[in-house]
């Protein structure tokens, strides 16, 4: 017996918390597998995102950002910078920092990623029509917006898929 949206179920248990880890669940494998060749996976994709579109002052704050520990910034970035994604430039506002910048290869590969991301997004929703797709989309973010004291979308997927 299926449910409407509008009906309640009353004569069996919600099946929502089930429904949300079963899309993280498959999301994080598809991502993981989109990211495979990025330096940490998925972690490596939210911090290229993050240094494209965060707009953080320092290597500090990015770390912050996405809570992963300094010294374990330290390496990622270096693995980046091995790679030619990101660079480290002197802050003009105090030169003792560095700021994280993408490369036009990292720029390159970020543009790449997430066109994999949004394929395996729309795979993962291939159930649905793509007018479900949206609506599902735009009621999750807005439902998910307030949630808790951290609204940083990268902070939070990153805490999300770590393993228990």
Known sequence: M??????????????FGWSLAALLRDWSARVDAAADDLPQGTRGYQ??????HGNLPSQAALAATLGIDRTVMTYLLDAFEGCGLVER??????????????????????????????????????GLEP???LLLRHLL???????GPDDNPCRTVVQAVKPA
């Open 141 to 147: 973010e807005r439902a998910a917006t307030g949630t």
């Open 131 to 133: 007018e479900q797709r």
């Open 47 to 52: 911090l290229l995102t993050a240094v494209v």
């Open 89 to 126: 430039q002197l802050d003009p506002a105090d030169r003792r920092a560095r700021r994280i910048v993408a490369t036009d290869k990292g720029l390159e590969v970020l543009a790449a990623m997430q066109a994999r991301v949004a394929a395996a997004e729309e795979e993962l929703l291939s």
């Open 2 to 15: 299926s449910t409407t949206p509008t009906e309640t179920r009353t004569d069996q248990h919600s099946l």
